[in-house]
């Protein structure tokens, strides 16, 4: 099965329009994990979530992350600047009765979730298992706490990555080792890898084969969008993917 990976849209319309699109043409996608920060920084979470609704494949798992959490709970002090703090309270602000309605009860309210996918064992976390919201997986650590899981699937440093992982084990069928699989699709809505397209991942189960791909949007139209209620860095990082 082909697996859509998506993390940390937050709020681009046109960057999320453009991924789905790109997935339409180009994969037979059979399930979809969101890995949270839907909304927020973007001026259409409203939008975001309407599409979001309405996907035509399975949603696996449908995690917060740290946005969700903070406008829920009003919960600001952990933001590193005062325009993140201003941003989630506008974006607060504007959430209608059907985003609401969809944070509390289509989304899991902790930012992790184990689930099973053809007989693997599955972790999505926004952050990691040493921070569900606000740390981020290093892929360059031992990672020891993961061992348990097979795939492990990630966002919040709006980075993708792809690592494997050895671990010893007491099982003389895989010569004593087991393996655990690292996924971060990057951010579809604000791509901090020195890249501006909208970034996701396509995970094919049966070979472990993971495409990292990339679509091109409407950012001059994106941006065109923002008002005077959010700090313009959020608009203008969009041309430079930082």
Known sequence: MQILLLSDIHGNLQ???????KVKRDYQIGGCVLLGDLIDYGMHSNEVIGILKNLTYPVLCNIWGNHEHAVYHDAYGRFSSERGKCSARHT??????????????????????????????????????????????????????????????????HI??????????????????????????????????LNNMAQFAVFETQEEKVVFDKAAYDIEKEQESFTGEVDPFYRDRLEKGI
């Open 92 to 157: 607060k602000k504007i959430l209608t009765q059907e985003s609401w309605e969809y944070i509390r009860g289509e989304m899991k309210k902790e930012g992790t979730f184990s689930f099973e996918c053809g007989r693997k064992r599955c972790l999505a976390v926004h952050g990691s298992l040493e921070d569900e919201y606000w740390i981020s997986i290093k892929p360059e650590n031992r990672l020891e706490e993961y061992r348990e899981f097979d795939y492990v699937f990630s966002g919040h440093s």
């Open 160 to 193: 993708p990555h792809f690592v494997e992982k050895f671990y010893g084990s007491d099982k003389s069928g895989t010569r004593n080792k087991k393996k655990v699989i690292f996924i971060n699709p990057g951010s579809a809505g604000q791509p901090r890898n």
């Open 15 to 21: 960057a999320l329009q453009a991924v789905l699109e």
